[in-house]
């Protein structure tokens, strides 16, 4: 559906820089990185609001790349709605439509059609001001659906959310994408909201594509330390990958020899998810090829669960529920083993 080869866009302080990118028709695609990676530069240059100095855009095989913003069918939805102050909201959805000069029956199926679908209809007569944030950015979506785009580009759409309307809005993206059967593609800095939305995630880092691929593949393969601590892997080592003289491998780290799944050799990093050790007070008999005995040292509470750091001769942090915690009688100073499977350390 969109195709990007080698965009490149040169700013006097900032390049974005030959981003290869494919993005499915029908698919909710999540461009992720940190403030100031570029990503609403990107999806400005899509839409045609700022001009590549080198590179191609192409919807369905159509070069796009010096076509007019108006005649891409392309959908945006702003950071901060953007809408009309002065417009109700019916006036606010219906604007480029009004616009484009459609019949006024077209206009009036159109808005009748959005406000079913994104259940709004109650809204219809109210402004701006009296919307909350979560009503604000779906009256947004419709503005920019009711021009019936191939595409929708959405700027950091619910980072100004409170918690419980940015669930509510996630979930309904999710199922108007899959509805209209439309392309969206959504950027965040935020990882958890980029793995319940995302079909595939691409990361982006000071202009450069740094690894694309499904929420799972980002998750537990990242191609670097950087994607690794972005995705909040937490456990990141460097260290040497040798053979174990039995058909395996070992990573050394400071004086621990952990056992791991990986045709890889040398001076390499390896990185542990949290939520993939297991914590315990006394040895864990398991399948786990890997048991090491540490002490608690560190303690970071989140509510329903906790970052435990253990520390041997290096650090690990795990993830327990609070129930587990208490029950195992942890606390902080206190002895514990952590156990994980060989195939829970990524070798990069």
């Known amino acids: 559906m969109i195709r990007l080869e080698n965009l490149t866009v040169n700013l006097k302080q900032f390049t974005l820089s030959g981003i290869n990118l494919e993005v499915k028709r029908g698919e909710y695609f999540i461009i992720l990185g940190p403030t100031g990676a570029g990503k609403t530069l990107l999806l400005e240059t899509i839409a045609g609001l700022r001009r590549s100095d080198s ?48 019949h006024k029956i077209a206009i009036v199926m159109k808005l009748l059609q959005l406000a079913k679908l994104l259940n709004i209809a109650q809204l219809i007569e109210r402004r701006p001001e009296t919307l909350s944030g979560g009503e604000k950015q779906i009256v947004s979506l419709a503005r920019a659906l009711s021009t019936d785009p191939d595409v929708v580009l959405l700027d950091e759409p ?24 439309r392309t969206f593609i959504h950027v ?41 601590r972005f995705a909040m892997t937490r456990n990141i080592f460097a260290g040497l990958v040798t053979d174990d003289g039995y058909g395996g491998s070992i990573f050394t780290i400071d004086n621990n020899k952990l056992e791991v799944m990986t045709e890889l050799r040398g001076q390499l990093h390896a990185s542990i998810r949290p939520e993939d050790i297991l914590i315990s007070r006394d040895v864990l008999i398991s399948s786990a090829r890997n ?26 942090v795990c993830l327990v529920t609070r129930r587990s915690y208490e029950e195992l009688g942890l606390s902080e100073g206190s002895e514990a083993y952590i156990t994980f499977k060989a195939s829970a350390v990524h070798v990069f």
């Open 55 to 102: 590179g191609s855009i192409f919807i369905d095989d159509i070069d796009i790349t010096r076509m007019e913003p108006e005649r891409r069918k392309i959908g945006f939805v702003y950071q901060d709605y953007a809408l009309f102050p002065h417009l109700s909201v019916r006036e606010n959805i219906i604007f480029g439509l009004k616009c484009r000069r459609a």
């Open 158 to 181: 619910i980072s100004a959310l409170d918690p419980q309307q940015r669930e509510g809005v996630q979930n309904e993206l999710k199922d108007i994408c899959k509805k209209l059967n």
């Open 188 to 228: 965040t800095h935020n990882f958890e909201e980029a793995i319940a939305l995302g079909d595939r995630i691409a990361v982006l880092s000071e202009g450069r594509l740094i690894q694309s691929g499904t929420p799972e593949e980002i998750f537990r393969h990242p191609n670097s330390e950087f994607v690794a």
């Open 291 to 316: 048991s090491i005995k540490g002490k608690i040292t560190r303690v970071d509470d989140r509510g329903a669960t906790l970052y435990v750091t253990v520390s041997t001769t290096t650090e690990f």
